[in-house]
C-alpha cells in the first residue's frame, strides 16, 4: 500500500518537473491515419497493437474507412442465374483481426474485420434469392458469420468454427425473411468478437420491392478502447461525431429510408431521435405495414428496423441518441436538407402559377 502510494507521488512529481518530457514521447506516436496520410499525435493510443505503427514501412493493416461511403454502400454481390431461374448472388468476405482502425480523431485501435472495415459491407439480396459466401478466415483466431434470419443449421456459423490462418467455408441460404437483419461473427467470447468490430448488415428487399427512395445505412456502434467492458465512443457508422461534422445531404419532399441496426454491446439499450419530424418504423423491416409513426426508436443488442420519413422543410436537423451520454460520445448527426428544386418547379406547374 505505501509502496504504490510512493509510486503515485513519485510519478505526479515526474510529470509536475518535466511535462515537457512527457509531451516529447508523446510527440513520438507516428501513424498512418484513416485516409492514408502519415501524422504525428499525441492522442490516446490504448492498444497494443499500435506500436507496429511504429514502423514507418507499416501501412498495410490501416483501414481505410468513409462513413460517408459506407451510408449508401449496397453490395449486391456476383449474380448469375441458376437453372431452375434462382438469382445467385455470392460475396467473398475475408475475416482479419489484426487491422489497425482510427475509431476516433487520434485513437487507433486493433480491430477485428470482415473485409477490413467495422461495419463490414452492407450484404443485400431479394427474397428468395441464394446467397453464396466465400468466406475465408485470414485472422489469427477462428472467426465464423452467423446471419439472423432463416436457414439450415449448419449455415448458422456457430458449430462450424472456421479456424485461422486461411480456414473457409461456404454459406449458403435462401435470402429471407424480407427486412434487415444483422450478420456477426459467433465465436467465443462473443461479446469480444462483436465489440471489436464483427458486424455488419444483411438487406432483403421484398420480391415486390420498395417505393423508390433515398435509401441509407446506419449501424449504431461503439468502442470500448480501453478494455473496462463500457463503451469509450459511440455513433452511427463508427466514427464518433462524423455526420455532425459532416452533414448527410438529402432534399425536401424525397423519401428517405434507413435500415437501421443496432449493434452495441455492454450497454442494455440505444435509441434513435431524429428532429422536427416524425417517421413510419417497420421493426426488422419484416412488414410492409409500419408498427409505429414516431419521433424516437428504443434499440437493444441486434434489434434493428426501418425508417422512413420526408422533410418538408429545407434547413439543418439534428439526429442523435436520446440517451444523452451516447450523444455526447458522438452519436450524434445532422440531415442538411437541401431545397428540391425539381420538385418546386412541379408544384409550380401543378397549381399553374
Ligand atoms: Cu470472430
Not at 101 to 112: A, D, H, I, K, Q
Not at 222 to 236: K, P, R
Request: charged share 20%; hydrophobic share 35%.
Amino acid at each position: 500500500m505505501i509502496a504504490s502510494i510512493s509510486v503515485i507521488i513519485a510519478m505526479s512529481v515526474l510529470y509536475i518537473t518535466f511535462p515537457e518530457s512527457i509531451t516529447a514521447q508523446q510527440e513520438d506516436n507516428v501513424l498512418v491515419t484513416h485516409t492514408g496520410s502519415i501524422i504525428k499525435t499525441t492522442g490516446e493510443i490504448i492498444d497494443p497493437v499500435y506500436s507496429t505503427l511504429l514502423d514507418p514501412e507499416y501501412t498495410e493493416s490501416t483501414v481505410e474507412f468513409d462513413p460517408m461511403e459506407y451510408l449508401r454502400e449496397f453490395n449486391y454481390g456476383k449474380v448469375s442465374q441458376l437453372p431452375d431461374g434462382t438469382t445467385l448472388r455470392e460475396f467473398t468476405i475475408i475475416a482479419e483481426d489484426d487491422q489497425i482502425m482510427e475509431v476516433s480523431p487520434g485513437v487507433f485501435f486493433n480491430v477485428w474485420t470482415f473485409n477490413g472495415t467495422v461495419p463490414g459491407p452492407t450484404i443485400r439480396a431479394t427474397e428468395g434469392d441464394l446467397v453464396r459466401i466465400n468466406f475465408i478466415n485470414n485472422g489469427s483466431k477462428p472467426h465464423t458469420m452467423h446471419f439472423h434470419g432463416i436457414h439450415p443449421a449448419e449455415m448458422d456459423g456457430v458449430f462450424e468454427i472456421v479456424g485461422q490462418g486461411g480456414g473457409r467455408f461456404t454459406y449458403e441460404f435462401e435470402a429471407g425473411p424480407a427486412g434487415v437483419h444483422p450478420y456477426h461473427c459467433h465465436v467465443m467470447p462473443v461479446e469480444e468478437h462483436i465489440v471489436r468490430g464483427m458486424y455488419g448488415v444483411y438487406i432483403v428487399d421484398p420480391k415486390e420491392g420498395r417505393p423508390a427512395a433515398d435509401e441509407m445505412v446506419m449501424v449504431l456502434n461503439g468502442f470500448d478502447t480501453d478494455f473496462d467492458t463500457e463503451n469509450n465512443s459511440y455513433a452511427a457508422n463508427s466514427i464518433p461525431f462524423y455526420y455532425q461534422n459532416n452533414p448527410i445531404q438529402i432534399n425536401t419532399n424525397e423519401l428517405i429510408r434507413i435500415y437501421v441496426v443496432n449493434m452495441v454491446e455492454f450497454d442494455p439499450i440505444n435509441n434513435l431521435h431524429l428532429h422536427a419530424n416524425l417517421f413510419d418504423y417497420y421493426p426488422t423491416g419484416t412488414s410492409l405495414v409500419p408498427s409505429f409513426y414516431t419521433d424516437m426508436i428504443t434499440l437493444s443488442q441486434t434489434e434493428r428496423g426501418i425508417m422512413e420519413f420526408e422533410y418538408e422543410y429545407p434547413g439543418k436537423y439534428l439526429f442523435h441518441a436520446h440517451k444523452i451520454e451516447f450523444s455526447e460520445k458522438g452519436w450524434v448527426g445532422i440531415f442538411q436538407v437541401n431545397d428540391n428544386l425539381d420538385q418546386k418547379s412541379q408544384t409550380e406547374i401543378d397549381y399553374g402559377t
